[in-house]
C-alpha cells in the first residue's frame, strides 16, 4: 500500500466542505470556537467509532452494505435540510434559534451523514485490509484516520474564527450560502440524483 496516496485520500476527504464542515463554520459564526469544538468532539468520536466499526464488521457490513447505505442517505438527507433551515434562519450573533454546537448534535451528524457512511464504511475495506489484514493493523489506521478527521475538523473551527469579523459582518449572505450547500449535500446524498 502506498502510504503517502491513503493520507492524501483521507486528508481530502476530510477537509473537504461537507455537511460536518459546514455546520462547524456556522458553529463557529453564531456561538465560537470553543462551543464549536464540542461539536467537534462528538463529530470525532462518531467518525472513530464507524471506521472501528467497519473494521470489526467488514464482512457482515459488506453484506448489508446497499440497504443500510440507502437508509443512511434518506435519514441524513433530511437531517441536513432540517439543519440548513436552522442555519438559514439564524440571524447575527445576538440570534441563535437552535444550539447546534453540541456533542449530541455532532455525533449524530456524523451517523447520518451519508459523505462519512460512505467514507468509513469503504476506507478500511479498500485500502487497509487488502495489505494489513491483521486487527491491530486495522485499528492503527483507524486511530491514524480519526486523528485526520480530528484536525480537518479543527481547522474548519480554526478558519471560522480567522474569518469570524467577516461572517459576521455579512452573516445573511453566508447563512444564505451555507445553507444552499447543506440543501445541495443532502440532495446529492440522498441517491435522487
Same mark, same amino acid.
Given at each position: @500500500?502506498?502510504?503517502?496516496?491513503?493520507?492524501? !485520500?483521507? $486528508?481530502?476527504?476530510?477537509?473537504?466542505?461537507?455537511?460536518?464542515?459546514?455546520?462547524?463554520?456556522?458553529? &463557529?459564526?453564531? !456561538?465560537?470556537?470553543?462551543?464549536?469544538?464540542? !461539536?467537534?468532539?462528538?463529530?470525532?468520536?462518531?467518525?472513530?467509532?464507524?471506521?472501528?466499526?467497519?473494521?470489526?464488521?467488514? *464482512?457482515?457490513?459488506?453484506?448489508?452494505?446497499?440497504?443500510?447505505?440507502? $437508509?443512511?442517505?434518506?435519514?441524513?438527507? &433530511?437531517? @441536513?435540510? +432540517?439543519?440548513?433551515? *436552522?442555519? !438559514?434562519? @439564524?440571524?447575527?450573533?445576538?440570534?441563535?434559534?437552535? *444550539?447546534?454546537?453540541?456533542?449530541?448534535?455532532?455525533?449524530?451528524?456524523?451517523?447520518?451523514?451519508?459523505? &462519512?457512511?460512505?467514507?468509513?464504511?469503504?476506507?478500511?475495506?479498500? +485500502?487497509?485490509?487488502? +495489505?494489513?489484514?491483521?486487527?491491530?493493523?486495522?485499528?492503527?489506521? &483507524?486511530?491514524?484516520?480519526?486523528?485526520?478527521?480530528?484536525?480537518?475538523?479543527?481547522?474548519?473551527? $480554526?478558519?471560522?474564527?480567522?474569518?469570524?469579523?467577516?461572517?459576521?459582518?455579512? +452573516?445573511?449572505?453566508?447563512?444564505?450560502?451555507?445553507?444552499?450547500?447543506? $440543501?445541495?449535500?443532502?440532495?446529492?446524498?440522498?441517491?435522487?440524483?
Amino acid at each position: @500500500m502506498n502510504i503517502t496516496t491513503f493520507i492524501i !485520500y483521507c $486528508v481530502v476527504v476530510t477537509f473537504t466542505p461537507g455537511p460536518s464542515n459546514i455546520v462547524i463554520l456556522s458553529s &463557529v459564526q453564531h !456561538y465560537g470556537a470553543k462551543k464549536a469544538m464540542h !461539536y467537534v468532539y462528538g463529530a470525532t468520536l462518531a467518525f472513530g467509532l464507524l471506521l472501528a466499526a467497519s473494521a470489526l464488521l467488514n *464482512q457482515f457490513l459488506a453484506g448489508i452494505l446497499p440497504g443500510l447505505v440507502k $437508509v443512511m442517505q434518506i435519514l441524513g438527507s &433530511v437531517y @441536513m435540510l +432540517y439543519l440548513a433551515f *436552522q442555519i !438559514y434562519k @439564524m440571524g447575527s450573533t445576538d440570534t441563535k434559534p437552535v *444550539q447546534t454546537a453540541t456533542f449530541a448534535t455532532g455525533l449524530l451528524m456524523q451517523f447520518v451523514n451519508p459523505k &462519512v457512511i460512505l467514507f468509513t464504511l469503504t476506507v478500511i475495506p479498500s +485500502y487497509v485490509f487488502p +495489505y494489513y489484514p491483521s486487527t491491530q493493523a486495522s485499528f492503527g489506521f &483507524v486511530i491514524m484516520i480519526t486523528v485526520i478527521g480530528f484536525l480537518a475538523f479543527t481547522t474548519w473551527v $480554526v478558519c471560522g474564527t480567522v474569518f469570524k469579523q467577516f461572517l459576521h459582518k455579512h +452573516y445573511r449572505i453566508v447563512n444564505t450560502l451555507m445553507a444552499l450547500f447543506l $440543501v445541495y449535500s443532502a440532495v446529492m446524498g440522498s441517491g435522487i440524483i
